[in-house]
């Protein structure tokens, strides 16, 4: 009997201890409590209000206008709010969007957002993905359609006016995004690939980010990915083969995307002649035309690391969340630069000042997106732009000479 009595002594006293040692063990908070007499605001709660006042700070420090941060908001807000409970206040919408910009707009870490947003770090990497998808699923009807015949159509036309490229429906560009994964299982630095079709007023029309293998650096990139199938099997909508105005002797041409060199040449994508000791005039004609139609889109990627300072430098996430923050990004772009119109020629990137020349440490070429071998209804294409454009350039010289006064008049 007075075992017994010890037992359930000795069982008694443990559980006192397990219950006391629960009590006293700290609690996780997804909000750092910041309650206590004198306490320190954090960035957010001290400078929103502050930056609300001065537009030029404000957008300096979230990358949007205050009426596109409210705008943002309002489209985002029933899809990132969270369900207020008895244990926790949630994070507000507000505060998970300008958590989620200043990452864009710094690129640190998250214990530093964490630390400067008054949050917890694993709060800060669930509000990332949140936030990205919402960016991506809320906008991209609105601000990245997938183009119908009747929007390649506008893309040409507009091609054909700014740049003087007809039958063109974009500039296709790849870049490689440099990831620094922070798991065990990553040991040195790796590159997903950013394909996208850009239009001729800087806006990403279509957008692919998937993994890439480094030993895989060659056409497999493009084949494999999902706009290169989509171009192969005729899924993009482009309308039917047209005739360019005032060259109806070269017959229908079908409608192209400019490309450089990195890409294969076919039907639809239209990249430059190699050799320079042995290309023909119109050869030159058509690389000099490629180039300039395609150096303003791919102004677009300099805008894009401009806006976005994250891609300065190797992104330290794993390959999943860094291409939902890319694609995010690249939406964000199409949401403040969308009704842009008039003269864009001005807009040539973030190269301009002394202190803006740097290298963008997370956007690089890739390697060749695809082989060296071509069909010879390609070829029949890229040779009638190229009989084209130079017969451009025969008739601005003729009519040059025309205008010349006469040496004896």
């Given amino acids: 009997m007075t075992l017994d009595r010890w037992r359930l002594t000795a069982l008694a006293l443990?559980?006192?201890?397990?219950?006391?040692?629960?009590?006293?063990?700290?609690?996780?908070?997804?909000?750092?409590?910041?309650?206590g007499a004198g306490a320190p605001r954090g960035h957010y709660q001290r400078l929103v209000q502050e930056l609300r006042l001065d537009s030029g700070r404000f957008k300096a420090y979230y990358r949007l206008t205050v009426e596109q941060f409210d705008a943002?908001?309002?489209?985002?807000?029933?899809?990132?709010?969270?369900?207020?409970?008895?244990?926790?206040?949630?994070?507000?919408?507000?505060?998970?969007?300008?958590?989620?910009?200043?990452?864009?707009?710094?690129?640190?870490?998250?214990?530093?957002?964490?630390?400067s947003h008054e949050l917890g770090v694993s709060t800060v990497s669930g509000i990332v993905r949140q936030v990205s998808r919402a960016i991506w699923d809320q906008l991209v009807d609105d601000f990245m359609p997938a183009p119908t015949p009747a929007g390649w159509t506008d893309i040409a036309l507009d091609y054909h006016q700014l740049w003087n490229f007809p039958n063109c429906i974009g500039s296709v560009f790849g870049k490689n995004v440099a990831i620094k994964p922070t798991g065990k299982n990553y040991e040195q630095t790796l590159n997903i690939v950013l394909l996208a079709v850009v239009d001729a007023r800087q806006r990403f029309r279509l957008v692919d980010v998937g993994s890439y293998n480094r030993a895989a650096g060659d056409g497999s990139i493009l084949s494999n990915s999902m706009l290169g199938q989509a171009l192969k099997n005729a899924q993009l909508n482009i309308p039917a083969d047209r005739p360019?105005?005032?060259?109806?002797?070269?017959?229908?041409?079908?409608?192209?995307?400019?490309?450089?060199?990195?890409?294969?040449?076919?039907?639809?994508?239209?990249?430059?002649y190699r050799g320079k000791a042995n290309l023909t005039p119109e050869h030159r004609a058509f690389n000099d035309r490629l180039f300039h139609g395609r150096k303003h889109a791919e102004c677009a990627f300099d805008l894009l690391a401009k806006q976005f300072p994250i891609f300065h430098r190797a992104i330290s996430k794993e390959p999943e969340t860094a291409a939902l923050v890319t694609k995010a990004a690249c939406m964000l772009h199409n949401y403040t630069h969308w009704d842009r119109e008039g003269d864009i020629s001005s807009s040539q990137g973030g190269n301009n000042n002394d202190d803006e020349v740097?290298?963008?440490?997370?956007?690089?070429?890739?390697?060749?997106?695809?082989?060296?071998?071509?069909?010879?209804?390609?070829?029949?294409?890229?040779?009638?732009f190229a009989e084209y454009f130079s017969s451009q350039l025969d008739t601005k010289k003729t009519a040059t000479v025309k205008e010349e006064p006469s040496g004896n008049s």
């Avoid at 006391?20 to 909000?31: F, G, H, T």
């Avoid at 309002?74 to 969007?97: A, D, K």
């Avoid at 071998?373 to 009638?384: C, H, L, M």
Wanted: proline share 9%.
């Fill in 72 to 115: 943002l908001l309002q489209r985002l807000r029933p899809h990132i709010s969270r369900m207020e409970t008895n244990y926790r206040s949630p994070v507000s919408p507000s505060q998970r969007l300008s958590t989620f910009l200043r990452y864009l707009a710094t690129g640190v870490s998250y214990r530093s957002l964490a630390n």
């Fill in 358 to 384: 740097f290298v963008y440490r997370a956007l690089q070429a890739p390697p060749r997106l695809g082989g060296s071998n071509f069909s010879r209804e390609a070829q029949s294409v890229r040779d009638k």
């Fill in 14 to 35: 443990l559980l006192y201890r397990l219950k006391r040692s629960r009590r006293l063990k700290p609690k996780r908070r997804w909000v750092k409590d910041r309650s």
């Fill in 244 to 272: 360019i105005p005032g060259a109806e002797h070269l017959g229908p041409l079908p409608l192209v995307l400019a490309a450089d060199e990195a890409f294969p040449l076919t039907r639809n994508i239209m990249s430059p």
